[in-house]
C-alpha cells in the first residue's frame, strides 16, 4: 500500500471511531437527537468560549513544559513506552509454520535445509511484531549446533513504520498551523518516539550489544552471554547461542535445578551494578521478566540476561560521578557530594553548597535510620540523583536510567531471596570501582587515555623549546639576563633528569611488584 495513501487511511480512522465514541456515548433511543442538542448547546453557551479561552492559557504552560521535559530527557516515557510494548506481546498473532518457514528462507536468502538439520517452525515466543524460533545447524559454527533465532515479521514492521511515518506527518502539519505546536516541538517528540521504537527492531544493533556485552563479561563464571552467530544474522534475523534457561521468578524450577537463591540475589545486584557503572554499558529497561538463569550442566546457575535491543552507555565522567557520588553517600558525607554536585554542573553556580548538603542529609539519613533489613540502596541512589531538583538542577537522564536499573535489580534480588542485604553488596562493589579510579590501575587507565594525544605532542616538543628558547632571548637585553636564562635551563635539565630516573625507578618497583603478586 502507498505510504500517503496508508496515512490518509490512518488518519480517516482515527476521525472515524473518535466520532463513533461519541456516537456510543449518545442514548440508544435518540442518538440523532442528543447529538443536535449537545451541538446546540455548545454553541448557545455563553460561558463555553470564555471557558476555552481560560482553559487553554492554564493547558498551555502546563503541555508545554510537559513537552519540553520530554523533548529534553526522553528516557523519562521510554520505560513506559516498552513496558506498554511488552504488554501487548500476547495480544499479536505470530506467523503460521508455512509463513514462518517461507519469511526465514526470504531472510536467510536460501531454503532452510541448506542451513539448518532441524527448524521449530512454531515459535517459542511471539512478541510485539517478532518472534522467536530454536533451531539445529546443519554444520556446527564457533562450536555451537544449538541455535535460538529471533525473526522481525516484515510486514508488520512496515506498518509500524507507515504508523509512525503518519505521526510525523501530523506532528508536520501542526507546526505549520499552530504556533502552540511549534511551542511544544510536536515535531521533536514524534522523531524521538519514532527512533526509540525502531531501535527495538534493529537487530544488527541488538546482536552488536549481545557481542560486546559478552566481551565485557568474558571469563565471568556469574553470567552466561550467549555467542552471536554472526554468518547468519541479517536486518531481519539475529541467531545465536541457545542456552535453556528458566525465568528468575520461576523459584520452584529453580530449587528443582539445585540452585541456591542467595547467592543467585547477590550476583544479580553485582552484575547490574558493574554493568552500569563499571562497563558503562547496560539495559534500559532491565526488570524480571528480562532476567534468566541457566540449567546447561556447563553453566548452571548463571545469569543469562535477555532483550538486548534497548541497551544505554554512560560517559566515563558520569560513571566517576555516579561511583565517586555513591560512595560519599554511604559515608555520610554530604558536603563532599554537594561539592560533586557543584562541580558537575548539575545545579546553578550560585547554589549555596551548605544548603545543598542540608537537603542531601534531610533526604538521606532517614534511609541510614532504618533497620538493616529495610534499608535500600535503589531508593538511596533516588536521592543521590533528585536530590538537586528543589534548587531548578538536574541530572544527565542516563545516570536516572542506570538507577532504575540498579532498582530493578534489587528487587528482583529480594524476590528471589528477601534476606539479601543488597545494600552492603552495592556498597562494597560501588566502593571497589572507586579505590580502582584512585590506585595504580586507575592512574594507569588514565595514562592510556591520554598517550595518544601524547604521541602527537612529543614529536613537537623540541620544535616548542626552541621557539621558548628564541622568545627568551629576544626578551632578554643584558648580559645578566643571558646568565640567568642560562641558569634557569640548567636547573630545569637538572629537575627533569631527576623525574625521568623517578619514573624509571618507581616503574621497576611496580613491575616488580606485579611479577611478584602473579607469583
Given at each position: 500500500?502507498?505510504?500517503?495513501?496508508?496515512?490518509?487511511?490512518?488518519?480517516?480512522?482515527?476521525l472515524r471511531?473518535?466520532?463513533?465514541?461519541?456516537?456510543?456515548?449518545?442514548?440508544?433511543?435518540?442518538?440523532?437527537?442528543?447529538?443536535?442538542?449537545?451541538?446546540s448547546?455548545?454553541?448557545?453557551?455563553?460561558?463555553?468560549?470564555?471557558?476555552?479561552?481560560?482553559?487553554?492559557?492554564?493547558?498551555?504552560p502546563?503541555?508545554?513544559?510537559?513537552?519540553?521535559?520530554l523533548?529534553?530527557?526522553?528516557?523519562?516515557a521510554?520505560g513506559?513506552?516498552?513496558?506498554?510494548?511488552?504488554?501487548?506481546?500476547?495480544?499479536?498473532?505470530?506467523?503460521s509454520?508455512?509463513?514462518?518457514?517461507?519469511?526465514?528462507?526470504r531472510?536467510?536468502g536460501?531454503?532452510?535445509?541448506?542451513l539448518?538439520?532441524?527448524?521449530?517452525?512454531?515459535p517459542?515466543k511471539s512478541?510485539f511484531?517478532?518472534?522467536?524460533?530454536?533451531?539445529?545447524?546443519?554444520?556446527?559454527?564457533?562450536?555451537?549446533?544449538?541455535?535460538?533465532?529471533?525473526?522481525?515479521r516484515?510486514?508488520?514492521?512496515?506498518?509500524i513504520g507507515?504508523?509512525?511515518?503518519?505521526?510525523?506527518?501530523?506532528?508536520?502539519?501542526?507546526?505549520?498551523?499552530?504556533r502552540?505546536?511549534?511551542?511544544?516541538?510536536?515535531?521533536?517528540?514524534?522523531q524521538?518516539?519514532?527512533?526509540?521504537?525502531l531501535?527495538?527492531?534493529?537487530?544488527?544493533?541488538?546482536?552488536?550489544?549481545?557481542?560486546?556485552?559478552?566481551?565485557?563479561?568474558?571469563?565471568?563464571?556469574?553470567?552466561?552471554?550467549?555467542?552471536?552467530?554472526?554468518?547468519?544474522?541479517?536486518d531481519?534475523?539475529?541467531?545465536?547461542?541457545?542456552?535453556?534457561?528458566?525465568?528468575?521468578s520461576?523459584l520452584?524450577?529453580?530449587?528443582?535445578?539445585?540452585?541456591?537463591?542467595?547467592?543467585?540475589a547477590?550476583?544479580?545486584?553485582e552484575?547490574?551494578?558493574?554493568?552500569a557503572?563499571?562497563?558503562?554499558?547496560?539495559h534500559?529497561?532491565l526488570?524480571?521478566?528480562r532476567?534468566?538463569?541457566?540449567?546447561?550442566?556447563?553453566?548452571?546457575?548463571?545469569?543469562?540476561?535477555?532483550?538486548?535491543?534497548?541497551?544505554s552507555?554512560?560517559?566515563?565522567?558520569?560513571r566517576?560521578?555516579?561511583?565517586?557520588?555513591?560512595?560519599a553517600?554511604?559515608?555520610?558525607?554530604?558536603?563532599?557530594?554537594?561539592?560533586?554536585?557543584?562541580?558537575?554542573?548539575?545545579v546553578?553556580?550560585?547554589?549555596?553548597?551548605?544548603?545543598?548538603?542540608?537537603?542531601?542529609?534531610?533526604?538521606a539519613?532517614?534511609?541510614?535510620a532504618?533497620?538493616?533489613?529495610?534499608?535500600?540502596?535503589?531508593?538511596?541512589?533516588?536521592?543521590?540523583?533528585?536530590?538537586?531538583?528543589?534548587?531548578?538542577?538536574?541530572?544527565?537522564?542516563?545516570?536516572?536510567?542506570?538507577?532504575?536499573?540498579?532498582?530493578?535489580?534489587?528487587?528482583?534480588?529480594?524476590?528471589?531471596?528477601?534476606?539479601?542485604?543488597?545494600?552492603?553488596?552495592?556498597?562494597?562493589?560501588?566502593?571497589?570501582l572507586?579505590?580502582?579510579?584512585?590506585d595504580?590501575?586507575?592512574?594507569?587507565?588514565?595514562?592510556?587515555?591520554?598517550?595518544?594525544?601524547?604521541?602527537?605532542?612529543l614529536?613537537?616538543?623540541p620544535?616548542?623549546?626552541?621557539?621558548?628558547?628564541?622568545?627568551?632571548?629576544?626578551?632578554?637585553?643584558?648580559?645578566?639576563?643571558?646568565a640567568?636564562?642560562?641558569?634557569?635551563?640548567?636547573r630545569?635539565?637538572?629537575?627533569?633528569?631527576q623525574?625521568?630516573?623517578?619514573?624509571?625507578?618507581?616503574?621497576?618497583a611496580?613491575?616488580?611488584?606485579?611479577m611478584?603478586?602473579?607469583?
Open positions: 500500500m502507498p505510504p500517503l495513501f496508508r496515512r490518509l487511511l490512518l488518519l480517516f480512522h482515527a471511531y473518535g466520532a463513533r465514541l461519541i456516537w456510543l456515548a449518545a442514548p440508544s433511543d435518540h442518538k440523532l437527537h442528543w447529538m443536535i442538542e449537545l451541538v448547546r455548545v454553541h448557545a453557551s455563553e460561558r463555553s468560549g470564555a471557558q476555552l479561552h481560560s482553559v487553554l492559557p492554564a493547558l498551555g502546563l503541555a508545554s513544559r510537559f513537552a519540553q521535559t523533548a529534553e530527557r526522553p528516557e523519562l521510554t513506559t513506552l516498552h513496558d506498554a510494548i511488552d504488554a501487548i506481546d500476547h495480544m499479536e498473532e505470530p506467523l509454520p508455512a509463513e514462518s518457514e517461507a519469511a526465514l528462507s531472510a536467510f536460501q531454503p532452510l535445509a541448506g539448518f538439520s532441524a527448524v521449530d517452525l512454531v517459542v512478541g511484531a517478532e518472534q522467536t524460533h530454536f533451531a539445529r545447524l546443519a554444520t556446527p559454527l564457533k562450536g555451537h549446533r544449538e541455535v535460538a533465532i529471533k525473526l522481525v516484515v510486514q508488520q514492521l512496515q506498518q507507515d504508523e509512525l511515518a503518519l505521526l510525523r506527518w501530523v506532528a508536520r502539519w501542526l507546526e505549520k498551523l499552530s502552540t505546536a511549534s511551542r511544544l516541538q510536536l515535531r521533536a517528540l514524534a524521538t518516539f519514532t527512533d526509540d521504537i531501535r527495538r527492531f534493529d537487530l544488527r544493533a541488538e546482536a552488536a550489544n549481545l557481542s560486546q556485552t559478552g566481551h565485557h563479561f568474558d571469563g565471568d563464571k556469574r553470567i552466561a552471554v550467549p555467542d552471536v552467530i554472526w554468518d547468519l544474522c541479517t531481519h534475523t539475529l541467531t545465536m547461542q541457545r542456552i535453556n534457561t528458566l525465568p528468575a520461576d520452584p524450577g529453580l530449587h528443582a535445578h539445585h540452585i541456591k537463591l542467595a547467592r543467585l547477590a550476583q544479580i545486584v552484575v547490574v551494578t558493574e554493568q557503572f563499571e562497563h558503562g554499558f547496560f534500559a529497561t526488570d524480571a521478566r532476567v534468566r538463569v541457566s540449567i546447561e550442566p556447563d553453566t548452571l546457575g548463571r545469569l543469562v540476561l535477555a532483550e538486548f535491543s534497548i541497551m552507555t554512560l560517559s566515563s565522567d558520569e566517576e560521578f555516579f561511583v565517586h557520588g555513591a560512595t553517600l554511604f559515608d555520610q558525607d554530604y558536603g563532599r557530594l554537594a561539592d560533586m554536585h557543584r562541580n558537575a554542573g548539575h546553578p553556580h550560585d547554589t549555596r553548597a551548605e544548603v545543598l548538603e542540608a537537603e542531601l542529609r534531610t533526604r539519613e532517614a534511609h541510614f532504618a533497620a538493616p533489613e529495610d534499608r535500600s540502596a535503589g531508593s538511596l541512589f533516588h536521592h543521590l540523583l533528585h536530590g538537586v531538583l528543589p534548587f531548578d538542577g538536574h541530572v544527565p537522564g542516563r545516570l536516572a536510567t542506570a538507577q532504575r536499573s540498579f532498582q530493578q535489580a534489587e528487587m528482583l534480588a529480594r524476590a528471589l531471596h528477601p534476606g539479601v542485604d543488597t545494600w552492603n553488596i552495592a556498597r562494597g562493589v560501588l566502593a571497589d572507586a579505590r580502582r579510579d584512585i595504580h590501575r586507575g592512574w594507569l587507565r588514565h595514562i592510556s587515555h591520554e598517550l595518544p594525544h601524547l604521541a602527537h605532542m614529536p613537537r616538543v620544535q616548542l623549546a626552541v621557539r621558548y628558547l628564541q622568545q627568551q632571548h629576544d626578551r632578554a637585553r643584558t648580559p645578566q639576563q643571558n640567568q636564562l642560562l641558569a634557569d635551563l640548567a630545569e635539565y637538572r629537575r627533569t633528569r623525574l625521568l630516573w623517578g619514573c624509571v625507578l618507581c616503574g621497576g611496580l613491575g616488580a611488584g606485579a611478584l603478586l602473579m607469583w
